[in-house]
């Protein structure tokens, strides 16, 4: 669980949709996470998708999620100048004691 | 409902010196964690309690870390002696009895060790 990996940087236009990408590194995981950390907070949870489901919409919110490939991603439509943060996706291996191991996280801008 | 709370919200300290970290999670959480997160990096888990005991502290470096929760509610973290290593933020969560095991977190405590 220790190589959730993530892009570093993001950019997008206010109005634009993002898409920000994930690749987890078990695929018996049985949850996966999306956070967002906004400067100087703590982490928020924004969604969560369970192993069984291809997609989850939540509002402005899309998680997709590929398991063969072990590739979540977060699509955030008409994205908006509150929505600049560091998002990190995480995974709960089945190995352990249901901890989460995130990613590096992608830090995304949205340009006005 | 209130949320997790942690103090103080920021610390400097001189290498070689103690520091302790405090943390209120919410009421009735039963599974209480504390994270570093590293500058640039996602948080990784230092130790994980259930109610007053350690279910997890494989990452903890106990030669100069150690937690407690005596009560299984507040939770302290202590560092002795810090190194400027452990300069990042310390974050503390807490998750209810089973669900979808979504981990709540507090503001978080950034510790700056010179």
């Known amino acids: 669980g220790e190589d959730v990996e993530q892009s570093l940087f993001l950019s997008v236009r206010e109005g634009d949709s993002s898409v920000i990408n994930c690749t987890y590194t078990?695929?018996?995981?049985?949850?996966l996470y999306w956070y967002k950390q906004e400067p100087g907070a703590g982490l928020q949870l924004l969604t969560y998708?369970?192993?069984?489901?291809d997609m989850k919409q939540d509002q402005r919110l899309t998680v997709l999620l590929n398991k063969k490939d072990k590739h979540l991603s977060l699509r955030i439509a008409d994205t908006q100048t509150g929505d600049s943060a560091i998002y990190f996706c995480?995974?709960?291996?089945?190995?352990?004691?249901?901890?989460?191991?995130f990613g590096t996280g992608t830090r995304l801008t949205v340009i006005p | 409902e209130a949320g997790v709370a942690q103090s103080p919200r920021y610390k400097i300290i001189e290498k070689r010196q103690s520091v302790a970290f405090w943390c209120n999670p919410i009421s009735g959480h039963a599974t209480l964690y504390w994270y570093q997160q590293i500058l640039g990096q996602g948080p990784k888990l230092l130790i994980q309690f259930q109610n007053n005991g350690v279910v997890d502290d494989s990452q903890l470096p106990k030669d100069r870390f150690s937690a407690e929760r005596l009560k299984g509610v507040d939770s302290t973290l202590k560092i002795q002696p810090a190194k400027l290593e452990d300069s990042a933020v310390y974050l503390c969560?807490?998750?209810?009895?089973?669900?979808?095991?979504?981990?709540?977190f507090g503001p978080g405590t950034r510790l700056t060790v010179t």
């Open positions: 998708i369970f192993s069984n489901m």
């Open positions: 969560a807490s998750r209810p009895q089973g669900g979808t095991y979504e981990q709540y």
């Open positions: 995480a995974e709960i291996p089945q190995t352990g004691a249901n901890n989460l191991f």
């Open positions: 078990d695929s018996s995981s049985t949850y």
